[in-house]
């Protein structure tokens, strides 16, 4: 079996829980996820199945956020499973939120919450966390391609907040900061992915409805149709040379990252170019 499935993956579980269930379905143990998602949040998840979990490097990673947000509290995880730290009866406005949302748009610094999996010197931050320990967080730049504010409950002071981002940032930080920025707390409550790359959540199967092998074969996706890289198509003679791990002529491709090299509308190797050839980086036999 070699392809993608888009997962809805529902609040409650890990993203490794989402593993373990296709593992058990299938009967297969090479099966991999991309974007580690948080128990607490839910939404699109790619699953990468056989053969293809050597492709999740090179997967589109830039992803989209619903992000339930509530102002006057804040929470040791910056999200509504945390203990409360700081409580306000200071009220923002709309207007007010919108201003302050317009400062994280683009390059920004983020410290990652102190309850995240990143490791520092060895160790997970929340293992810091659940021994009462302190450490130095070191920030991080992210990038926020959009973000937009879609509704505010000025009575309830909550609001939702739609986010297009790169990897690597939190959306609990953002919370968290823009709580700080406006003085009055605030943390995240839920938190929706909606998209992920080239998928989506219209297009999203919820985990559940995956209860057999067939429906499962009938979801998978091509990686050729996910991937952001140029392709070329290979002829009989070239698939042999690819399949033995030899570099091909480049032709006609000009300055990439990465090449996917197909057949038969199916990946047979990822290359890159040097100099006027195509070298194979992966190469992927019986797909």
Request: charged share 25%; glycine share 6%; proline share 3%.
């Amino acid at each position: 079996m070699f392809g993608v499935l888009n997962v809805y993956k529902p609040q409650g579980i890990t993203s490794h829980d989402v593993v373990a269930y296709f593992r058990k379905l299938l009967k297969i143990k090479q099966i991999g996820h991309t974007g580690t998602l948080d128990p607490f949040a839910e939404g699109v998840l790619p699953v990468c199945l056989g053969k293809a979990t050597k492709l999740i490097q090179y997967l589109p990673d830039d992803k989209a956020y619903i992000a339930f947000v509530q102002f006057g509290v804040s929470t040791e995880t910056y999200d509504a499973e945390g203990k409360i730290t700081y409580r306000s009866e200071n009220k923002i406005s709309q207007k007010t939120l919108e201003n302050e949302i317009k400062a994280f748009e683009g390059e920004i610094e983020q410290t990652p919450p102190i309850y995240s999996a990143i490791k520092i010197g060895g160790k997970k931050l929340y293992e810091y966390a659940r021994e009462g320990k302190s450490i130095e967080i070191p920030s991080r730049k992210v990038f926020i391609n959009k973000i937009e504010l879609k509704n505010f409950d000025e009575i309830k002071q909550t609001a939702e907040i739609y986010i297009e981002c790169s990897k690597g940032t939190y959306i609990r930080s953002i919370a968290n900061d823009l709580g700080n920025n406006l003085k009055c707390g605030a943390h995240l409550y839920k938190l929706i992915r909606t998209k992920v790359g080239k998928l989506n959540v219209e297009t999203a199967t919820e985990m559940s409805k995956f209860s057999s092998v067939e429906i499962t074969q009938n979801k998978l996706l091509n990686p050729i149709d996910l991937l952001n890289y140029p392709s070329y198509v290979l002829n009989d003679e070239e698939l042999k040379k690819v399949l033995h791990g030899q570099s091909l002529l480049n032709k006609n491709i000009k300055s990439a990252d990465f090449i996917i090299l197909i057949y038969n509308n199916n990946i047979k190797a990822i290359g890159k170019i040097d100099n006027s050839t195509i070298k194979m980086i992966k190469v992927f036999e019986n797909v």
